[in-house]
């Protein structure tokens, strides 16, 4: 995509990042070009989402997103057009065959997040044993 139509998306979502999120339970498939934005917005806000992501820990957002789990992600089946074009809703995306989406069960609540992680799991191990293939 263009760096001109990434940023008129860009534009045309701003006000859903204006508006307070605190209190509110959300649920989100953003272009993976603003999860930076969504993720820091709901840590900020300390509100509650579920957000469909893909397994793509090598991406910058991915270590923050683990951190906000509040649950252990449900793994998606596997589909070849679960992902479109954001420009081109007819065409499915070129790494779609290879991503794996999952639905994650984020907080910004300090508290929220801390009990999930005490409770359950080491960061270290999250999704070790899934399958874990990335574009």
């Not at 008129?8 to 990042?17: A, G, R, V």
Request: hydrophobic share 40%.
């Amino acid at each position: 995509m263009s760096p001109g139509v990434q940023n008129h998306m860009l534009w045309q979502l701003m006000p859903f990042f204006t508006l307070d999120w605190t209190d509110h339970f959300l649920y989100a498939f953003p272009l993976f070009s603003i999860f930076p934005h969504f993720l820091q917005k709901l840590e900020t806000d300390q509100a509650q989402a579920i957000l469909i992501a893909p397994n793509w820990s090598i991406q910058p957002w991915y270590p923050k997103l683990t951190r906000l789990l509040i649950q252990e992600p449900l793994l998606l089946p596997r589909h070849t057009s679960n992902v479109h074009l954001p420009f081109n809703q007819r065409k499915n995306h070129p790494l779609g065959k290879h991503l794996r989406l999952m639905a994650c069960l984020l907080s910004g609540d300090p508290s929220k997040v801390e009990a999930f992680t005490s409770d359950s799991r080491d960061d270290s191990q999250l999704l070790a044993n899934r399958d874990t293939k990335t574009a």
